[in-house]
């Protein structure tokens, strides 16, 4: 759309006002309203994507902190005091399905007990013969053997009676029983060298890292050491690192899937960009256990220096992303847009990052980095899945089903997972019957036309739905006609001046 700059000076302020009443920002044409709650809602989104694995007490008073203690997670006290009750439902979920649906063949255990069954067997569940939960059908035995889900949080969130995520981790464990992939929840306050960093994400990330390292180590001196002080049946050898909130949800959809090409290709590090957003998630990504992926991490970590004074940083999530325009400088084209080369570009995203002090100008942060990759989302070790192209859905809605994705990001409680796929399916689900995608509320179909038809309203998509004409079965890059467009449209959010908080410059 374009606009007069006497259009945008005498309009805008005007509208800005009418926004306001409204509650909402809209574009100059009043064609994408997007009201304050949507904002809300998809920020905390945003930020709850990477914030759920509860981060501890906050103690620091930088206005980072601030900022994020605004939005982010619902602290466990908030179980059961929500106005609906969130919490205490979700008890109620548990103990009603045990005194009423049937168990299955081979068991005489309330759902309630299998549950706890499943959730307090460890890892190595894996190797052990699935005698108390008869209807699995086995995979081939160790095929998934050296792949390990990682999420690491506050043990409470994964507590098999109480804790938030304890569906989430309930159908990850019989994920593993099938599989044979082995599933770790752990405390990254085990990394005792990574309490150093007084952001929680930071210390996620070091966590990560100093694991990697460690089984890069006993690699090399052939030792088990790290795999035995966790509890593995072998060291891993690709991790899938997940956030809390990240559930299960094709149970049939072997990891192996996805890691044999990535073996083939020699890819190291696989991320994917967020749907609605366009944002390239911090907390869910894939990484081969290799020098590169370690080195990749502590890179990741080490600029944490360059949040000191900068106002919304969405943690390491924004830090991600200077990150990758930094570590794949060598393999990116110029001129994108504005940005003349590299170092312009390192400049350019750099300058955008410290001016970003809330989701609006985040977002045209995002924006420009997107710009500074250009069409390539293929690298040579590092993937980035594009939009629904990730191994987990990222649509923070409803539950879509496809064949793509093993997970669904953003399952924060299960009420709202009741709401989504029904009591009784959480019910199977728990029994290793079936993964919870099977009853999505939406057909492949119905996603196919949802995902297509989306309008672009945040400034990092650069006012195209790149996935229109082609999703689930779209190129890994992104096609030069698609790309002309949305650098066009990047280009405008990633330098964008107006006070708008979404869609489009
Ligand atoms: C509580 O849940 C009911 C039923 O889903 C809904 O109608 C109501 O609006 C909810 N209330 C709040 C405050 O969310
Ligand atoms: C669970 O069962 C109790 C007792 O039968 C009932 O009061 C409650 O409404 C039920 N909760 C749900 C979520 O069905
Ligand atoms: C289980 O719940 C359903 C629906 O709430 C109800 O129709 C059925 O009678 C219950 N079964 C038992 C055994 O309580
Ligand atoms: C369930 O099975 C266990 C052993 O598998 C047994 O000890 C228990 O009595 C059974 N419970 C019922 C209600 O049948
Ligand atoms: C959750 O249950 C554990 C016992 O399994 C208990 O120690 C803990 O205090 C409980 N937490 C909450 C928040 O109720
Ligand atoms: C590690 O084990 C492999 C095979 O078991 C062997 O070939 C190699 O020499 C061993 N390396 C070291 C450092 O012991
Ligand atoms: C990169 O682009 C900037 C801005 O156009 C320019 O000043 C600089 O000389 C260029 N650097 C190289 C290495 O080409
Ligand atoms: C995607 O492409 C593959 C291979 O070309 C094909 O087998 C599959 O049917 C396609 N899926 C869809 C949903 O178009």
Redesign the pocket.
């Known amino acids: 759309m374009r606009i007069g700059r006497h259009f945008l000076w005498t309009v805008l302020p005007f509208q800005a006002l009418l926004s306001l009443a409204y509650l909402g920002f809209c574009d100059s044409t009043w064609k994408y309203c997007v009201s304050f709650d949507e904002i809300i809602r998809s920020s905390t989104e945003q930020l709850r994507g990477t914030v759920d694995v509860a981060p501890p007490a906050r103690q620091g008073t930088s206005s980072t902190e601030q900022l994020r203690g605004s939005v982010d997670v619902a602290p466990p006290a908030r179980q059961g005091t929500d106005v609906n009750g969130t919490g205490s439902f979700e008890t109620e979920i548990i103990v009603n399905s045990s005194s009423n649906v049937s168990n299955g063949k081979g068991s005489n255990a309330s759902n309630d007990d299998n549950a706890m069954d499943l959730a307090r067997q460890s890892a190595d569940l894996a190797r052990q013969s699935t005698t108390s939960l008869a209807p699995i059908q086995l995979a081939p035995i160790g095929l998934l053997r050296d792949h390990l889900v990682l999420a690491m949080g506050d043990v409470g969130r994964f507590n098999p009676q109480n804790g938030t995520y304890r569906l989430n981790r309930a159908f990850w464990e019989c994920y593993s029983k099938k599989w044979g992939a082995s599933v770790l929840f752990i405390d990254p306050r085990r990394f005792e060298k990574c309490q150093l960093h007084t952001d929680w994400f930071f210390r996620r990330v070091c966590a990560v890292a100093s694991l990697v390292e460690a089984f890069v180590r006993d690699s090399k001196e052939n030792v088990s050491e790290t795999a035995d002080s966790f509890g593995l049946p072998v060291a891993p050898r690709w991790i899938f690192h997940l956030d809390g909130d990240s559930m299960l949800s094709n149970l049939d959809l072997p990891l192996s899937d996805f890691t044999v090409p990535w073996d083939r290709e020699g890819k190291s590090l696989v991320f994917y960009e967020r749907f609605h957003n366009g944002e390239i998630a911090a907390g869910n990504y894939a990484l081969r256990v290799s020098e590169l992926a370690a080195q990749f991490l502590r890179g990741w970590e080490r600029k944490v220096s360059e949040t000191k004074n900068v106002k919304f940083t969405n943690s390491d999530n924004g830090v991600l992303h200077l990150h990758l325009v930094w570590y794949l400088q060598k393999e990116l084209s110029f001129p994108q847009g504005s940005l003349q080369n590299a170092s312009h570009a390192w400049a350019s995203v750099l300058r955008q990052f410290r001016a970003s002090k809330d989701i609006g100008s985040y977002d045209r942060f995002v924006a420009l980095v997107k710009l500074a990759l250009g069409p390539r989302r293929d690298f040579k070790h590092l993937l980035v899945g594009r939009r629904g192209h990730g191994f987990c859905a990222d649509d923070w809605t409803k539950m879509y089903l496809s064949k793509l994705h093993v997970c669904h990001h953003a399952v924060k409680s299960a009420a709202q997972l009741v709401k989504m796929i029904g009591q009784s399916c959480i019910d199977k689900s728990l029994q290793c019957l079936q993964g919870p995608a099977v009853c999505a509320p939406q057909t492949?179909r119905e996603a196919?036309v949802k995902l297509r038809n989306f309008k672009p309203d945040r400034f990092a998509l650069g006012n195209v739905n790149d996935i229109s004409s082609c999703w689930?079965?779209c190129t890994r890059d992104i096609p030069q006609a698609v790309w002309g467009q949305m650098a066009v449209g990047l280009q405008k959010n990633g330098h964008c001046l107006s006070p708008r908080m979404a869609c489009c410059c």
């Open positions: 492949e196919r689930p079965n």
